[in-house]
């Protein structure tokens, strides 16, 4: 997994990468310093998004529309899926070219309202990216923020743009959390079609109506766990 050359497809704007919208337009420039190299600024725009787009399963918009980047910094907030389309397309505004990476993965640390909905801790089609950089492709996460991480006791992911960010197998106590089960594959766009239709399949409970979670709160869910300890 990426270890060929990008291709014109891996900077080219889309549908759902539209980093040609005035929304990637604006926040590109004010989250990455136009006097930086390439990897400075790869680095600031994972750091604005990380924290600056809080992470939300719940109430999180799966329609077409919804998953578009530009809609994700209308809404302020989103899933895997959605800041990491964010990522990629603000990357390809830049010049650097990025991919999305789709993998199923075991969350040990899952909520249980959240693995109740899901029927368990194992989630279809968590989504990264991976971004060429130094001449070569590396991981990127920007997808719990440190306040999250700091609620769920979870080890907050660091980027560099020279090693990859993913996740750590152990949280803070030691405790087993994320699990990489299977990897689907790397992809310059995002095949919607596919990732709805297995999300469905998978975790029918998660939907409330049309192609919306059901609502509800990560930060509710961390509060609850914590009072009942």
């Known amino acids: 997994m990426g270890t060929d050359a990008p291709g014109t497809a891996d900077l080219a704007a889309t549908y759902f990468l539209d980093h040609d919208s005035p929304e990637v337009v604006d926040f590109v420039a004010r989250s990455a310093p136009a006097e930086g190299d390439p990897t400075v600024r790869a680095v600031a725009l994972y750091y604005a998004i990380r924290d600056g787009i809080p992470y939300e399963v719940y109430s999180a918009d799966l329609s077409r529309e919804g998953l578009r980047a530009s809609a994700t910094l209308r809404a302020g907030t989103g899933m895997c899926i959605h800041k990491s389309v964010l990522y990629a397309s603000a990357l390809r505004s830049i010049g650097v070219p990025s991919r999305l990476v789709l993998a199923d993965v075991r969350n040990h640390l899952t909520s249980d309202r959240l693995r109740s909905l899901m029927g368990g801790d194992v989630f279809r089609h968590h989504c990264y990216t991976t971004v060429f950089l130094g ?95």
């Open 135 to 229: 001449g070569r492709w590396v991981k990127a996460t920007p997808v719990f923020s440190s306040r999250l991480c700091r609620l769920y006791r979870m080890a907050q992911l660091e980027f560099d743009g020279r090693t990859d960010s993913v996740y750590h197998p152990y949280d803070l106590d030691g405790r087993r959390h994320m699990e990489f089960l299977h990897t689907h594959g790397e992809f310059s766009d995002l095949p919607y079609d596919r990732i709805v239709t297995d999300l469905r399949a998978a975790h029918p409970g998660l939907f409330a109506a049309s192609m919306r979670v059901v609502d509800g709160s990560l930060v509710r869910d961390a509060a609850n766990a914590a009072g009942g300890r």
